[in-house]
């Protein structure tokens, strides 16, 4: 287990009573009894933002794929392990949140059936067929109906600005958090990233910090949101 730690320099609750729904880590899809499809994801950035937020008094929820990390003192913590119910956990739970930012790296594809027992291997080439999974950040507002502020993340490698602010309008969000995947020692499995936040007018670049830091400015922002 990894510990969790906030930074000294944190203040403490300014507006508090919030309520906020963070999804993170990633999702695990079956190939069969034994085996799955996932990604990098360690989880810690979004259990950062649950702990920044309950740091500053806010309710929080925080639904997450399967990582090896502490959950944060005093966060509501519901544990899935695939998209599907990664979805329909963050459907069901929606009601009366103010803040929603889904940080979670959910698998895009998933394989179209679940082998019942251990796929036994031959000789020559075996091949997966895959379906997309929900996607849960695009259903917020369509389908789940959601109109509190709205939070997304954006893995890019090139034109960071434009296809952040593309998938920011596409999706409805209030704030994409952006980070550039393609530069070394942040992002995925790294204990430090550098972001940009960018909204409908606004493109903000954070310094590179630790995730713990950036928690606190995303969730301060993310508040700045709400009307
Ligand atoms: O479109 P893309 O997958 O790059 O969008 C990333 C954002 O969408 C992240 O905020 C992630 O949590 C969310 N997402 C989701 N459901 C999916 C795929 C991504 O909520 N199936």
């Given at each position: 287990m990894e510990n969790y730690a906030l930074p000294n320099e944190v203040s403490g609750g300014r507006?508090?009573?919030?309520?906020f729904l963070i999804t993170a880590g990633?999702?695990?899809?079956?190939?069969d009894p034994v085996r799955y499809l996932t990604n990098r994801s360690t989880g810690r950035m979004g259990?950062?933002?649950a702990g920044a937020a309950r740091h500053e008094g806010h309710d929080v929820v925080l639904i997450s794929g399967p990582t090896t990390l502490d959950v944060p003192e005093g966060v509501d913590f519901i544990q899935v392990e695939t998209a599907q119910q990664m979805y329909d956990t963050v459907r069901d739970l929606l009601r009366g949140v103010d803040v929603a930012i889904l940080c979670a790296a959910v698998a895009d594809y998933r394989p179209v059936s679940v082998a019942e027992h251990k796929i036994k291997k031959s000789e020559g080439r075996l091949v997966l067929e895959l379906e997309r999974t929900p996607d849960i950040l695009g259903s917020m507002r369509s389908?789940?109906?959601y109109k509190g502020v709205l939070v997304g993340f954006a893995a890019e490698t090139q034109d960071l600005v434009a296809h952040a602010r593309e998938k920011?309008?596409?999706k409805g969000c209030d704030m994409i958090v952006a980070n550039d995947v393609?530069?070394?020692?942040?992002g995925f499995g790294s204990r430090e990233n550098e972001v940009t936040l960018i909204?409908?007018?606004?493109?903000e670049s954070l310094p590179r910090e630790t995730k713990e830091w950036l928690a606190m400015r995303i969730v301060e922002h993310a508040l700045s949101l709400l009307p």
């Open positions: 507006m508090g009573g919030m309520k990633p999702t695990r899809e079956a190939l259990y950062a933002l389908e789940f109906g920011l309008l596409r393609s530069r070394p020692g942040i909204t409908a007018d606004r493109a």
